[in-house]
């Protein structure tokens, strides 16, 4: 009987050696029997693992998914619900800053086999899916809550910040893997949010400051007037 | 020999073929010797219009981009570069619009099978990456042509607008494609540019009027001051 680590090990073997072996002989004409055998398992082995040969190349996105509704799930009081998602995804690269190497490895592949780049795209639009109904069912507290544009704004600021995440992994796989990519996440994210967050809430911080001087006052008078304001 | 308007003919005659057996048969269940008895083609000739059984499924992509590519070409003198994405991705709906009855048979069967719903997402990147590319070979002239984050924000931008095109056409689509689908459009578009256009540019429009009357002035004073100021 494989122990839970075991079967975590196994399942790792059988992706690592699809991976290195579509990039030496190509994915289409590298068998599950090949994949099963240079992983020293039985060709049952690997469907118990993987329903078809293409999802070994992804072998790490269900784990990610339940650990991405965890963070969810722990949502902070009154933290708004984009900053949750935004903490959220950062779950999503540090699955892939886990082995940059492999990361490095699969990227290669899939720019030169459509079938895995289209798997991938559907893969990654679970995450996108899991954000809106997040965002649906916690509003702003800062947008009107029946708003009828709310669901609109929940489906594009999943979108949006899904797309800030694949935009910094993609700059990083191309560079090679190296770099800080968590902090080029949250530089992103952050440009992203600015944006996101409810324009009106952004136009009620700019307020306007009034202080009124005696005519006549010197500089030194008024500056203290608006510092004082200011305050 | 089949002209042009034959053989676009012929295609949409698969197309149908397959969407009703499809949908009466199940799609795993169906094959393509079926598709083309019942459009009263050969096999070979369903492979002249079709890779696979399931391209068969989505018969207007090709076309559509092709559509989009040149409303981007044709961008209007000073247009901000996503008001020139927001028009192009019109053509994407009018595609579904165009065949309401169809569209609404097609997303029924996506919804049934994965395969084909992978499909369709797979499809609908290639649109996103479009809408990426001009927007970075085409920085906005409200934003900082330089900035380090102007290929982020193309690629976000781009995601914002499909999100909101494909949020339109879901709902559209499950109310069973009545109503006015560009309309709601146009509608999310504009919320979702609002949130898009650079916030400086935005701020900048948030003009203070400053007006002074005399001490003891009467209303109807101010107020013709305060619109003198505002004109």
Known sequence: MVGVSGRARTRR??????LSLFAENGYDS???????????????TFFRYFPTKEDAVFPDHDSTLVKVSLVLEAE???????????RAIREVLRMYAAEAEVSVARYRLLR??????????????????L???YLLAHPS?????DSPDAPLMAEVSAA?????????????????????????????LRAVRDGLV???RRMSDRRVVVTVTQAGSGVDEVLDAVRHALN
């Open 30 to 44: 590298t068998t599950v029997d090949q994949i099963a055998a240079a992983a020293g398992v039985a060709r049952r």
């Open 141 to 145: 507290a800062s947008a009107s809550p």
């Open 13 to 18: 073997l059988l992706s690592a050696a699809a």
């Open 112 to 129: 030169q086999v459509p079938a895995l780049r289209e798997r991938e795209i559907a893969v990654v639009s679970r995450y996108e899916r």
């Open 198 to 200: 409810d324009p009106r």
């Open 76 to 86: 902070g009081d009154g933290e708004e619900p984009i900053t949750v998602v935004c």
């Open 160 to 188: 949006a910040v899904v797309a800030a995440h694949n935009h910094v992994l993609r700059r990083w796989l191309r560079g090679g893997g190296t770099g800080d990519a968590m902090a080029q996440l949250d530089h992103a």
């Open 131 to 133: 954000f809106t109904k």
